[in-house]
């Protein structure tokens, strides 16, 4: 199992352009999340998604737009990048409270497991 | 390129020592908590959890204390190896919704031999 993959690795994008994030997962998680991460800083929740088809903001939306079209899948775009907005940008998904399997990983319901990171610079 | 971890509090230990790295949560309702370890370029990894129910937790090499009237979490590493170098986070969730983490800033360890 790849668990959570992330496309692209880097990217340098100049101000005004667009661009989306993939995130994809393959331990059937309902939920699934999109953080940023600032240098001395934790991670902040950009957007997080509950199940297909559904989105919702979380504690930094601005300038981020998501969408959930597959289960496995969840997408961050950039609609009109700014320079405020380089950082990484993690991936992560969870299975709901109520949720248990096993599967090659060691799961826990609870826990959030992490894509590698998409380096982002904006110019 | 950018450098996650640049001014976060570091904690230096001896390869061989025993590594502790405290956080304090905010949330009084919080009724789980995570520990992640993040290498440098990389995504953060699961650790060990404990939840609200429990004051300790002990893994492979790894001891988590939870201290709820004072609101904090602390890592135990035994015999801290130079793999253990990264930036450690604690995590701390509230059951019920949709899994929300709020993340500490983090502790860098760095292990020396």
């Known amino acids: 199992n790849a668990g959570v993959t992330q496309t692209p690795k880097f990217r340098v994008l100049k101000t005004g352009q667009s661009m989306t994030l993939l995130c994809a997962q393959d331990?059937?998680?309902?939920?699934m999340y999109w953080y940023r991460q600032d240098p001395g800083m934790g991670l902040r929740l950009i957007h997080y998604?509950?199940?297909?088809?559904?989105?919702a903001k979380g504690e930094v939306p601005d300038g981020y737009n998501v969408s959930r079209l597959k289960k496995q899948n969840f997408l961050l775009g950039l609609e009109s990048a700014a320079p405020s907005q380089t950082s990484v940008y993690f991936c992560?998904?969870?299975?709901?409270?109520?949720?248990?399997?096993?599967?090659?990983?060691?799961?826990?319901?609870?826990?959030?497991?992490f894509g590698p990171g998409t380096r982002l610079t904006v110019l | 390129g950018e450098s996650v971890g640049l001014h976060l509090p570091t904690l230096s230990v001896q390869e061989g020592d025993n590594s502790i790295i405290n956080c304090a949560y905010s949330?009084?309702?919080?009724?789980?908590f995570i520990w992640y370890k993040q290498e440098s370029g990389k995504g953060p990894q699961f650790i060990i959890d404990?939840?609200?129910?429990?004051d300790k937790r002990q893994g492979q090499r790894v001891t988590v204390l939870l201290n709820k009237t004072v609101k904090h979490l602390s890592l135990q590493i035994a015999a801290t190896q130079p793999g253990d170098s990264a930036v450690y986070f604690c995590?701390?969730?509230?059951?019920?919704?949709?899994?929300?983490?709020?993340f500490g800033a983090g502790t860098r360890l760095a292990v020396h031999p």
């Open positions: 992560a998904s969870s299975a709901p409270l109520d949720y248990l399997t096993l599967r090659g990983l060691d799961y826990r319901t609870d826990t959030q497991y």
């Open positions: 331990m059937n998680h309902e939920y």
């Open positions: 998604s509950v199940g297909e088809g559904t989105t």
């Open positions: 949330n009084s309702a919080s009724d789980y």
């Open positions: 404990i939840r609200s129910n429990m």
């Open positions: 995590a701390e969730n509230t059951s019920g919704g949709y899994n929300k983490l709020i």
